[in-house]
């Protein structure tokens, strides 16, 4: 069965820092990735997406994400986070093959002012 | 607006006592799903539906029904709730799950089951 790790479960940073969340899946074949972030008592939001092309993608807020297919990854990056950045940020794996959306278990990102 | 409504949004209930979270879509999206939300865990999908009368389940279905009478609504009923079904519930829609399509999530139920 698919499954999607994310690494860092808990993330803390100071504005201006630079972030880097990891995402990895299993699946082999052809996928659809995504980032969703949740803030605090909040439904999640689509940040960004992957589906083809440029393995680089830009979403909201000035976060960006890279697909490197050798490596099973689609890590979620800015260059300097801001206060408001504080949510819960999930990442997700759509195989075309499958009817479901796997979400990776999380990662809680807190940046201190 | 688009959206996707879930009630109640907050809910105390006891063990036995049978419960139905409705979600309602105005985007005339085939498919629905709902998922829960535990720490650590992540979302994990519950059951999902690819149109009218077309349920499936999906990885945790255990202690759950759904039924799809209709396109915009998507209830998740609890037969006989238990209090290992103290979690966050988010129902999601799209207008189908091929292409460049994406879930639209909605405010989330949080359920607690004494």
């Known amino acids: 069965a698919q499954s999607v790790s994310q690494h860092n479960h808990h993330v803390i940073l100071s504005e201006a820092a630079s972030l880097e969340l990891g995402c990895n899946y299993s699946?082999?074949?052809?996928?659809?990735l995504f980032w969703y972030v949740q803030y605090p008592g909040q439904h999640l939001q689509l940040l960004l997406k992957?589906?083809?092309?440029?393995?680089l993608v830009k979403g909201i807020k000035g976060f960006e994400a890279e697909f490197i297919k050798s490596k099973f990854s689609f890590n979620l990056r800015k260059p300097s986070v801001q206060w408001s950045d504080t949510a819960e940020y999930f990442c997700?794996?759509?195989?075309?093959?499958?009817?479901?959306?796997?979400f990776g278990s999380g990662t809680r990102l807190q940046v201190q002012p | 607006e688009a959206q996707v409504t879930q009630n109640p949004r907050y809910l105390i209930t006891v063990t036995g006592k049978k419960l139905t979270v409705t979600c309602s879509q105005n985007?005339?999206?085939?498919?629905m799903s709902w998922y829960r939300q535990d720490p650590g865990l992540g979302l994990r999908q519950i059951y999902y539906?690819?149109?009218?009368?077309?349920?499936d389940k999906g990885d945790v279905p255990e202690g759950y029904k759904v039924s799809r009478k209709e396109k915009r609504n998507f209830p998740l009923i609890l037969e006989s709730p238990s209090p290992n079904q103290t979690s966050l519930y988010f129902c999601?829609?799209?207008?189908?799950?091929?292409?460049?399509?994406?879930?639209?999530f909605g405010a989330g139920s949080r359920l607690t089951v004494l």
């Open positions: 999601a829609s799209s207008l189908s799950l091929s292409g460049a399509n994406v879930l639209t």
């Open positions: 699946y082999g074949g052809t996928v659809n």
């Open positions: 992957y589906f083809s092309g440029d393995p």
């Open positions: 997700a794996v759509r195989d075309t093959g499958r009817r479901a959306l796997t």
């Open positions: 985007m005339n999206h085939e498919y």
């Open positions: 539906s690819m149109n009218v009368e077309v349920t």
